[in-house]
């Protein structure tokens, strides 16, 4: 009992994950009573996510002094170059690997974005978004854009405001600390419900999508993103990696949104050490712009589209297909599945039937079980990768020597 109760968070995330696993093997009935748990978690974090951003931002501006502001410019261009790297490393193997896909399946009912036009459109509708509305749909590009302007506005405010703001925040993190300790529990649900039903078992006809999705995505997580480190260090990147992808990855992987596991990565900032003023913003930021993930995603499903039609790729079309597939990922929802409907943006640069692009689109969600839930791990854990890399350096700390402070 006390392992499952007072040990370590990932300790017994990981028993957990097991006790789920053998609930769904010997016993499916409950595995499939247990999916509630799973759904109170990701019900929660996502709740909290809003609101804890939406404090967090505005106490940032309010109580910081941001002598560097270019540290989230730094970040931001982090996560675009990562974005890009990986839709042309996603292109270059499509191109010298083709894959076929056998699209028997009906086309899926939801709608995409009609063009790259329409994606920019959104993203600007997104930003002056009513503020309430923006909360409770989580539209978090809207609840970033407010909250930077009452910040701005409050700055000049009296002492006792700017404290109350800084109380109000560190209440909602308790509230989001205790959301936080009940992720093992919610990822036993998750296990045990996934594992019981049938998703899986759909996944056999596209074992090779998904390895060639896997295999980027770990490539990209455990190569490129450490040679990133490593350029800006010059010292050993990969306990800061495994630390971003042990604490932020393993909830991820269950919730596979970006949005929902915005809490997880704030409380790791947090023990981190990392300036508040920095991560407050950045975290969020990731949400929509560390997406290399679906940048993967998006390149791959449409550079096999276009190979199941056998129509002719060239070089030039290949890096043209990683940029506007890079605007498509920076454009994701950041929410399960957003990656997928931007599929056929990148599919009309081929002249791609809608109905044939359409029906990719759900070959995307019958894999998504591993393809969304991978995606969701690197979107995340390279969210704060990038943000600890800009953090530390401003700290002047090696990222070979992290300390987290206790849970």
Not at 230 to 259: D, E, H, W
Not at 269 to 289: C, D, H, K, N, W
Not at 304 to 327: F, N, P, R
């Amino acid at each position: 009992m006390w392992v499952l109760f007072q040990s370590n968070l990932i300790a017994r995330m990981l028993i957990c994950v097991v006790v789920g696993a053998l609930i769904a093997a010997f016993w499916p009935q409950l595995g499939v009573k247990l999916a509630f748990m799973g759904q109170i978690f990701i019900q929660a974090l996502r709740g909290a996510a809003p609101i804890l951003v939406f404090a967090l931002v505005i106490s940032s501006i309010v109580n910081n002094k941001f002598d560097d502001a270019s540290s989230i410019k730094s970040v931001a261009w982090l996560y675009v170059f990562s974005v890009l790297f990986s839709a042309f490393l996603a292109s270059t193997v499509s191109y010298f690997y083709p894959l076929h896909l056998v699209m028997n399946i009906p086309p899926s009912g939801q709608q995409a974005p009609e063009g790259m036009a329409e994606i920019l459109h959104n993203i600007v509708l997104k930003f002056v978004d009513n503020p309430v509305d923006a909360l409770v749909t989580g539209n978090f590009l809207s609840i970033l854009a407010w909250a930077t302007a009452l910040g701005v506005a409050l700055r000049h405010s009296s002492d006792s405001t700017k404290e109350m703001i800084k109380n109000w925040s560190d209440a909602i993190i308790w509230v989001v600390r205790l959301v936080v300790a009940i992720a093992p529990y919610g990822v036993l649900g998750l296990v045990a419900s996934h594992f019981t039903s049938d998703g899986l078992l759909k996944l056999k006809n596209y074992l090779e999508l998904i390895g060639v999705l896997l295999g980027l995505m770990i490539f990209v997580a455990l190569v490129v993103n450490p040679f990133i480190v490593f350029l800006n260090f010059r010292k050993n990147p990969y306990p800061l990696v495994f630390t971003c992808l042990r604490y932020s990855g393993i909830t991820a992987f269950f919730t596979r949104s970006s949005a929902a596991n915005i809490p997880v990565n704030i409380r790791l900032a947090q023990r981190m050490q990392l300036p508040e003023e920095i991560y407050s913003l950045s975290i969020p930021l990731g949400v929509t712009m560390s997406m290399n993930g679906a940048a993967i995603t998006i390149t791959t499903m449409t550079m096999a589209t276009v190979h199941t039609l056998g129509l002719e790729v060239g070089l030039l079309q290949t890096i043209l297909l990683s940029i506007l597939t890079t605007v498509c990922a920076l454009g994701a929802s950041g929410v399960p599945g957003g990656s997928l409907l931007l599929i056929p943006v990148a599919c009309s640069m081929f002249g791609i039937d809608p109905s044939i692009a359409a029906q990719v689109v759900a070959i995307g969600f019958v894999i998504s079980e591993i393809q969304d839930s991978a995606e969701t791990v690197l979107n995340s854990s390279s969210d704060m990768l990038f943000t600890s890399v800009v953090s530390l350096k401003q700290q002047g700390r090696d990222p070979s020597k992290i300390e987290l402070l206790p849970e």
